[in-house]
């Protein structure tokens, strides 16, 4: 007798926003974790925005969550003469060019936001779905002639071009670059690159820190699951999705324990989910093979260092999120090589201080583009030479850096993979690019978050729309499922 | 005498435009820089004996439907399918390509058993992409934010074009345009030689490596021409490119259409915001009811109209195209045929491409040389030898040996080429065929060496881009060349635009220049004149 509605695999983000919201609506829930709940939101140092139905739904503020101010940005200059960069404002040259192209990123933003917060429709879809799907496009329509054809020319290009014809200043065209890249497997001239940028504006303008950092966000996520009646296990590791009669109806762990629920609910990468616990023993061969094509490529590492005191970079707000990405050309040199498995020379960053902003010991975090999934040379000999660059980017901007140093820890892809799931060690569990999203993420049969196994759903990053800290990829599969199975 | 149409460029959109035009009964005049035709589908004698297609060099994309209307056979154009083609690999081998498809699955097969199976998959997915893109070449594009029942019909029109197909192969589809072609062959292929040779189409002519997302979609660029019929077949002009312009004038003349070479425009002249006709660099004008530009449309606009009479945003838009030139052409006078180490002796396949770049990795090295402003150290090179089929071409066992050249930036590191960079360039070239031709270099009599320098200043490509106007989605359909511009008019009234700037872009193709005349044929209330070709699409 299965004593649970649903079984949720994986407490991330969209793990404990799928579940809460599943048992708020009055199900037994309960939530499987290999490590820690929110164990890997670790992995990132910013936040670009919850979803807000995830934020008041799970009443998050109510368990604790506060963030600090917005972050500025400071884009590092080498000697000292840096940028700083919030929601549509920039010093520099480029201030009213800026400030002109961010206010039209952010309309064109605005009107595709609905689409993050809706099931992507089918191409078969009913009556209902295509009339939400026209009130969407007139909205998009609404922009206005001009800006809407704007929208169509602009909505596949790349960030580059974009980035050198509307602005001047190369550590303001080397932001745009870089935000648009990160997290992704692009370079800043690859086409359809401007629209991970929309992607990312559309969950905020500006990048947040909660207080106490992602930590403590996990800590409230994990406090409202609980208080919504979510029932948590950790270091509970699913060995197997248990398949009966062509259904799943159940996991099995490790340990070799059996748990039993009418409905699973993976919140854990797609590939690993069908590929894995599943198997291709239970699915469609072709579909197993198009599952085998969702490319996941992680370009990005995790830098964490240990420091005696705070660095000094030239002067920059070390309460800010500091860039360094120097130009254009800068970001696509760091992609160039990882396009061969090599590491980059000059690799760029987001770097971000939190003991500039909480109590505690001196740390820096930064997330370093463009790093190798498959190093040619090895992981260990990638990790050290990508090691070694990155402390000399730091160097270069912040002198002295490497003397206050007391410890120091990269995670290349195949590390993030290693230890928190992540195929390929994207952190989207799956690129999010353009053959990626919408109706195709992960693929097409699987894209309404339920997969062609009965009872078996994924709510993960891997799913519409994509990862990022905001839990909308969880929340939109619970809406689902309650309205699938009302 | 004031004419209906004045066409600025003898070049194959201009003439396939003012043929349309004068057989719908227009006096039409076509006005050409240089003193010779042909834009760059040319031929053309530089060294004593020798033919040279010395810009494009290859033909399959041309619409059989112009063809037939313009009954371009009857006036001497015959295209000769070419057969066979090589990559050879860095270890001294070789992958063969046939035109016959069981052929090719069975050198494919010597590589990887595992790609000959695939490739019946592959050919199968590609071919269905193409038939629906192909009815597309030949229609002008909807405007998307307009709300008139033309645009409105045509968008619907699209609609059900895509409703014939299933939701999975639209999913597919959709996927295809917007994925790189290395990711789509990894998809199928495991063989690096085969996916080396597959990604060509998807760079050809483009600003894109083989890793860039959009490059799938330019493959099907240059997959959906045919010859005969045959969908993806290519093959020579016999007597060079030059022959498919030279038909074309026949056809423009004997409809009574007039062509004046050597008239290089200086302005097109407007008055009362109407074109009214060209003034020449000779001093004379030639007057019109209307001026159709077959010329790239950034030098339409901003070297020969006055800025002040377009619309500020326009202006801006065509300034911000992108037409980045990325490939340079090798033109070369052989005492002999080559002889290629790796091939058998009287192997067939020296009459089609031979490649040298054998792998996806090359191909994307050679592309982020490119990104920094350099021509490649180790270029890829489409190298063809027409007088294999075609004698015509120069004398009696010589050839002549075309090499279409990748990458080439339209400025080195930010400044322009110089004759040194030009000659390095095509010496990094010819090292690179000697390498796989021993005594290739003994054999040469004369090089003609092509930057997009060379090519923006002889034909008038600005920025020496074959396309007019690179392929990515933000210049394709409907956002070709500037949005809101995209069905062939202009801010200026009667001035229209038909050349490869426009819907469907570049390639010796007609497409962009048989659509311009349609819509002026539409607006002027004439009737277009259509063979029964149209009823088989």
């Known amino acids: 007798m299965p004593s649970f509605d649903v079984i949720v695999i994986g407490a991330g983000v969209n793990g404990l926003a799928c579940a809460s919201h599943l048992a708020r609506q009055s199900r037994r829930v309960l939530l499987l974790e290999a490590g820690q709940p929110g164990g890997g939101m670790a992995l990132a140092h910013l936040v670009p925005g919850l979803d807000p139905r995830v934020a008041q739904g799970m009443d998050l503020a109510r368990h604790g969550l506060t963030f600090h101010p917005a972050l500025a940005t400071t884009v590092l200059h080498p000697e000292g003469r840096h940028r700083t960069v919030s929601a549509g404002h920039c010093d520099g040259p480029d201030t009213a060019a800026y400030a002109a192209l961010h206010r039209r990123l952010t309309a064109f933003a605005r009107v595709l936001t609905p689409f993050r917060q809706m099931t992507p429709p089918r191409l078969t879809a009913a009556g209902s779905e295509w009339g939400r799907l026209a009130r969407l496009g007139l909205g998009i329509r609404a922009l206005g002639k001009t800006e809407f054809r704007e929208l169509l020319r602009m909505i596949l290009i790349n960030v580059a071009d974009v980035a050198e014809d509307e602005l001047s200043d190369d550590l303001v065209r080397g932001l745009l670059a870089f935000d648009a890249t990160l997290g992704s497997w692009l370079g800043p001239r690859s086409p359809n690159s401007l629209i991970l940028l929309l992607n990312r504006l559309s969950m905020g303008a500006s990048p947040l820190l909660p207080k106490g950092g992602l930590p403590a966000l996990a800590g409230a996520m994990t406090r409202a699951a609980l208080s919504c009646g979510v029932t948590i296990r950790e270091d509970a590791r699913v060995a197997q999705v248990v398949v009966e009669a062509d259904r799943a109806s159940g996991v099995t762990l490790t340990t070799g324990e059996h748990l039993y629920a009418p409905l699973i609910v993976s919140a854990i990468s797609p590939k690993t989910t069908l590929l894995s616990l599943v198997g291709p023993r239970h699915l469609d061969a072709g579909f197993t093979t198009r599952l085998s094509h969702v490319r996941s490529r992680g370009g990005a590492a995790k830098l964490h260092l240990t420091l005696r005191t705070l660095p000094d970079f030239r002067g920059a707000d070390l309460r800010s999120r500091l860039v360094i990405a120097p130009s254009v050309t800068a970001v696509e040199a760091a992609f160039n090589p990882v396009k061969y498995g090599e590491v980059p020379d000059a690799p760029v960053m987001e770097i971000v201080l939190p003991s500039a902003h909480d109590p505690g010991p001196p740390v820096l975090s930064a997330i370093v583009q463009f790093a190798p999934h498959s190093p040619k040379a090895g992981l260990d000999t990638a990790r050290a030479q990508m090691l070694a660059n990155t402390l000399r980017q730091l160097e270069t901007c912040a002198p002295g850096l490497g003397a206050l140093t007391t410890g120091a820890r990269l995670l290349m892809p195949q590390d993030i993979e290693a230890e928190f799931g992540m195929v390929g060690g994207n952190w989207h569990h799956g690129e999010l690019s353009v053959e990626q999203m919408l109706f195709l993420r992960p693929l097409q049969e699987a894209a309404q978050y339920q997969t062609p196994l009965p009872g078996l759903w994924l709510a993960g990053a891997g799913s519409h729309p994509g990862g990022g800290i905001t839990g909308a990829a969880g929340w939109n599969a619970a809406e689902r499922i309650v309205k699938e199975r009302a | ?537």
């Open chain 2, 1 to 537: 005498m004031s004419y209906d149409a004045v066409i600025i460029g003898a070049g194959h959109n201009g003439l396939v435009a003012g043929a349309y035009l004068a057989r719908a009964g227009m006096r039409v005049c076509v006005v050409e820089k240089n003193d010779w035709i042909g834009g760059a589908a040319v031929s053309r004698e530089l060294y004593p004996g020798f033919t040279y297609s010395n810009c494009s060099y290859v033909s399959s994309l041309f619409r059989p439907e112009i063809m037939r209307d313009l009954e371009l056979p009857r006036h001497g154009l015959q295209i000769l399918p070419y057969e066979g083609g090589a990559v050879f690999t860095e270890g001294g081998g070789y992958l063969g390509m046939f035109r016959d498809h069981d052929a090719n699955r069975r050198e494919f097969a010597r590589h990887s058993r595992r790609d000959a199976e695939a490739y019946d998959r592959y050919s199968r997915d590609i071919l269905r992409f193409c038939r629906f893109i192909r009815p597309m070449l030949m229609r002008t594009p909807p405007d998307p934010s307009s709300f008139r029942p033309r645009d409105l019909a045509e968008l619907a029109w699209l609609g059900r074009k895509l409703g014939e197909m299933s939701e999975r192969q639209i999913g597919e589809m959709v996927r295809f345009w917007t994925m790189s072609i290395s990711d789509y062959l990894d998809e199928y292929f495991e063989n690096p030689v085969i996916k080396g040779y597959l990604a060509v189409s998807a760079i050809i002519g483009t600003a894109l490596g083989p890793m860039s997302p959009g490059s799938a979609y330019v493959l099907l660029h240059h997959y959906m021409g045919d010859v005969d019929g045959n969908v993806g077949a290519w093959g020579y002009a016999r007597g060079g490119m030059g022959s498919v312009t030279q038909a074309l004038a026949k056809s423009f003349r004997a409809a009574g259409g007039e062509i004046r070479e050597g008239s290089g425009v200086e302005r097109i002249l407007v008055a009362d915001g109407r074109a009214v006709g060209v003034a020449l660099a000779n001093g004379d004008d030639v007057r019109g009811s209307r001026v159709i530009s077959n010329m790239d449309v950034k030098r339409t606009f901003l070297k020969h109209v006055d800025e002040a009479a377009l619309p500020g945003d326009f202006v801006k838009r065509v300034k911000a195209f992108k037409i980045r030139g990325s490939s340079g052409k090798l033109n070369i006078a052989l005492d002999a045929a080559p002889v290629f180490e790796a091939l058998p002796e009287g192997a067939p396949n020296l009459r089609g491409d031979l490649h040298f770049t054998d792998s996806v990795e090359r191909m994307e090295r050679a592309y982020d040389d490119w990104k920094s402003g350099q021509f490649s150290r180790d270029p890829f090179q489409d190298v063809m030898i027409p007088t294999m089929i075609d004698p015509t071409m120069t004398p009696p066992g010589k050839h002549f040996m075309s090499c279409f050249v990748q990458y080439a930036p339209p400025k080195i590191a930010g400044r322009d080429w110089t004759d040194a960079d030009r000659d390095a360039f095509g010496q990094t070239c010819l090292d690179q065929i000697e390498k796989y031709a021993p005594g290739f270099k003994n054999r040469v009599l004369h090089v003609e060496v092509r930057t997009p320098r060379e090519l923006e200043a002889e034909v008038g490509l600005t920025e020496g881009n074959i396309f007019q106007g690179e392929l990515t989605f933000d210049q394709l359909l409907f956002n070709r060349p500037v949005p809101g511009y995209a069905q062939y008019r202009s801010p200026i009234r009667d001035l229209w635009i038909c050349g490869s700037s426009t819907h469907p872009g570049g390639g010796v193709m007609g497409a962009p220049g048989r659509n311009a005349a349609a819509e002026v044929l539409r607006e002027a209330k004439l009737p277009l004149g259509m063979s029964d070709a149209y009823a088989v699409l």
